[in-house]
């Protein structure tokens, strides 16, 4: 029923206006900057294992995906 209409999370954030597309990362940073960590793979195993972190990150892609553009 739904056949077609799903779309990779990576289309709908190319999709969003320019504005949203630069303020999404900033919006992220926001969230991770506290974290201590040094490079990707040190932020990767910090996020994983916090639960709070994960559950807003969540959260803003969730606020993206869910926009229509």
């Known amino acids: 029923m739904h056949w077609g209409q799903f779309k990779p999370v990576s289309q709908i954030l190319m999709k969003l206006p320019p504005a949203e ?19 990707i793979g040190e932020l990767t195993m ?15 892609l969730m606020s993206y995906i869910k926009k229509k553009p």
Not at 21 to 39: C, F, H
Not at 46 to 60: D, P, T
């Open 46 to 60: 910090l996020a994983m294992g916090n639960e709070a972190v994960q559950k807003r990150l969540w959260e803003l």
């Open 21 to 39: 597309q630069e303020e999404l990362p900033s919006k992220v940073m926001a969230i991770v900057r506290n974290l201590g960590w040094t490079d």
